[in-house]
């Protein structure tokens, strides 16, 4: 079955701490990977991508996730977290040809100034 | 530009009722989907437009229906309410039709069922 799994539930780091968010994932094709993050009262943004290549992918605020195609994850992480990272973040995976993305439970984070 | 723009942004019906969503993509984009998001079931995908045609459509009952136009807004709608339709809907568009880009997402149309 195809599922995409975010074992933290809640998240709580200080200011500055550096951040992993995990990502499990089962997909019978070959995945594309996705983070999305979402504030309060507001849509999803998307944070990165992994379609192919690089397994290491950078993203918009200083963002980045690491593809492990053998662990089938796609984590993600931040150097030095800033009080505005505090949202919900969710990791989704599809397919080429279509916008039917599986999205984890999320993860909700939170930051200690 | 103008991003994804959903109506109403909140709505309270009552069961039995049918509720109608609206969603205006970005201004260019010609696939629009829609997702529904419960805290119990989190994202899940209802359905995937483009050029007017319903290409993908998720294990949802057959009360929830939807349709895009030529200028590619969409609608989508539920008929028969019930308690577990309270959601907060969320609406997507890209510019492709296929999965190569970014899914630009509204902030949503957050129903709830009484």
């Known amino acids: 079955a195809q599922s995409v799994t975010q074992p933290d539930i809640h998240i709580t780091v200080s200011e500055g701490a550096s951040l992993e968010l995990r990502c499990n994932y089962s997909y019978g094709a070959t995945p594309y990977l996705f983070w999305y993050v979402q504030s309060p009262g507001q849509g999803l943004q998307l944070l990165l991508k992994y379609f192919s290549g690089d397994t290491l992918v950078q993203g918009i605020k200083g963002f980045e996730a690491e593809f492990k195609r053998s662990q089938s994850s796609f984590n993600l992480r931040k150097p030095s977290v800033h009080w505005s990272d505090a949202a919900e973040y969710f990791c989704a995976v599809g397919a080429s040809g279509t916008y039917k993305y599986i999205f984890g439970t999320g993860t909700r984070l939170k930051v200690l100034a | 530009k103008a991003g994804v723009t959903q109506t109403p942004r909140y709505l309270i019906k009552t069961r039995g009722q049918q509720v109608t969503l609206s969603c205006s993509p970005i201004?260019?984009?010609?696939?629009v989907s829609w997702y529904q998001q419960t805290p119990g079931q989190g994202l899940q995908f209802l359905f995937e437009?483009?050029?007017?045609?319903?290409?993908n459509k998720g294990n949802f009952p057959g009360r929830f229906s939807g349709r895009q136009f030529s200028n590619s807004r969409s609608e989508m709608n539920v008929s028969t309410l019930e308690l577990g339709d309270s959601a907060l809907y969320l609406c997507a568009s890209s510019l492709q039709g296929s999965n190569t880009g970014e899914l630009f997402f509204g902030e949503g149309s957050r129903l709830t069922v009484l």
């Open positions: 437009y483009f050029s007017e045609t319903q290409r």
């Open positions: 201004s260019g984009h010609r696939s």
